[in-house]
């Protein structure tokens, strides 16, 4: 069906709006960082496209269309936030199972998989907002400049201008992940050495400039410092264990502490780990309830 019949029909356009939730949400998700902002961004974006439908021109496509309205949506979302705000949230894998985007061509920076990493999405939060809309729509959905521009409204000038800034940010503070081996044993010994508090076993475990973040406590950096903090702020709270799980792409563990005069153990936080197949480059905590609703957890882990 063309575009111009989806605009046509309600019942037409209600199911091609349907047909790009899913990479939207993706899009929204990778703009704002919460998945709770992303969700409502897409309402609002769909909102807009639906009230806007006759102002759809046929020199774009749907899809770009729809992507300019969800990005225009995320960057004034980010207008209004709290300047010094910067929040991101865990997407359990589960919930990408069901949602197919595009493959990403040959021109494409970063992957789909890369793309979604805590690590990929902390630097990208960093970013001023058109420099993140910017690099996204060029480096991972491989929109061209001439394109971006009209999404943007920006010249093309501008369009390129902001991506070559976006890309020496990204040059000068994220590595890309190295193929290597698979980190199992790694990830058993971050097991074995959280299990037992065991901060020197854990430091042992990460890159010298290792990364932890843990909203909304600062940014901790370097193996030593995340050691110190984790082994005066989390070993001391009670006797923890790890449920394995999967978050962003990315091995993550549940961590449950036992509760006061009973030997049940709770959740408490959600750990999300990168690593190079060697060693741990960056730890993300996340305590917050929600999140932790989002994964699925058992209630409980027997002592």
Not at 75 to 102: C, F, K, T
Not at 104 to 111: L, Q, T
Not at 133 to 152: G, H, I, K, P, Y
Request: glycine share 6%.
């Amino acid at each position: 069906m063309g575009d111009q019949m989806l605009l046509e029909s309600a019942d037409a356009f209600g199911g091609d709006l349907a047909q790009y939730r899913g990479e939207l949400l993706i899009h929204c998700y990778r703009m704002l960082g919460t998945l709770d902002e992303a969700e409502d961004a897409v309402q609002e974006a769909f909102a807009r496209a639906w009230k806007g439908r006759q102002t759809f021109q046929r020199s774009i496509s749907f899809r770009a269309w729809l992507y300019r309205i969800a990005t225009n949506v995320c960057l004034n979302a980010i207008e209004v936030r709290q300047r010094d705000r910067v929040v991101i949230d865990p997407y359990p894998d589960h919930l990408w199972s069901g949602i197919a985007e595009p493959g990403a061509g040959p021109e494409a920076r970063y992957d789909a998989h890369e793309s979604i990493s805590l690590a990929f999405l902390t630097v990208l939060q960093l970013l001023p907002p058109r420099q993140r809309a910017v690099l996204l729509l060029r480096d991972v959905l491989t929109f061209r400049a001439t394109e971006v521009a009209a999404l943007l409204d920006m010249s093309v000038a501008a369009v390129n201008s902001a991506h070559q800034r976006a890309r020496a940010t990204l040059r000068g503070s994220y590595r890309s992940p190295a193929n290597s081996s698979n980190p199992g044993n790694l990830l058993k010994r971050y097991v074995r050495v959280w299990e037992a508090a065991d901060v020197a076993g854990l430091v042992a475990l990460l890159r010298e400039d290792a990364v932890l973040t843990m909203p909304p406590k600062p940014m901790v950096t370097g193996a030593g410092q995340i050691g110190n903090f984790i082994g005066k702020a989390i070993f001391t709270i009670a006797p923890m264990r790890l449920l394995a799980a999967q978050a962003n792409g990315s091995p993550a563990f549940a961590a449950y502490t036992r509760e006061r005069g009973s030997n049940r153990f709770v959740p408490f936080a959600l750990l999300v780990i990168s690593t190079d197949g060697r060693q741990i480059t960056q730890i993300d905590a996340f305590a917050d309830p929600r999140v932790l609703a989002r994964f699925e957890l058992p209630a409980e882990l027997a002592g």
